[in-house]
Nanobody, 124 residues
Framework: QVQLVESGGGLVQAGGSLRLSCIAS????????MGWFRQAPGKEREFVARISRSGVNTYYADSVKGRFTISRDNAKNTVYLQMSSLKPEDTAVYFCAADEAIRYTSRAGDYDYWGQGTQVTVSS
């Protein structure tokens, strides 16, 4: 069982930056692929970024490529999402997720555990 707790969300002006954190419980964090997803009101949950177990390999949605950076610190059981050049359309609840089976995909259904989410609001 893995428990995930996100933090770092808030209100920011367009063009600003935020860093989200997700702390995972359990001793298997370093063997788990981690991902970030987001869900805006009235929309489906969408993939944002994922990171391999070692942190060497990352993958981003086209909509955030070049603006967001995913990273992890396995010693701290934490995955981060650094968000820069934020746009109003980035407004959403952001979720971290764990893929224990190492499917390494962008599909929400392939992730086994989810956090409760943290709200990010970007004002224009």
């Amino acid at each position: 069982q893995v428990q995930l707790v996100e933090s770092g969300g808030g209100l920011v002006q367009a063009g600003g930056s935020l860093r989200l954190s997700c702390i995972a419980s359990g001793r298997t964090f370093s063997s788990t692929v981690m991902g970030w997803f987001r869900q805006a009101p009235g929309k489906e949950r969408e993939f944002v970024a994922r990171i391999s177990r070692s942190g060497v390999n990352t993958y981003y949605a086209d909509s955030v490529k070049g603006r967001f950076t995913i990273s992890r610190d396995n010693a701290k059981n934490t995955v981060y999402l650094q968000m820069s050049s934020l746009k109003p359309e980035d407004t959403a609840v952001y979720f971290c997720a764990a893929d224990e089976a190492i499917r390494y995909t962008s599909r929400a259904g392939d992730y086994d555990y989810w956090g409760q989410g943290t709200q990010v609001t970007v004002s224009s």
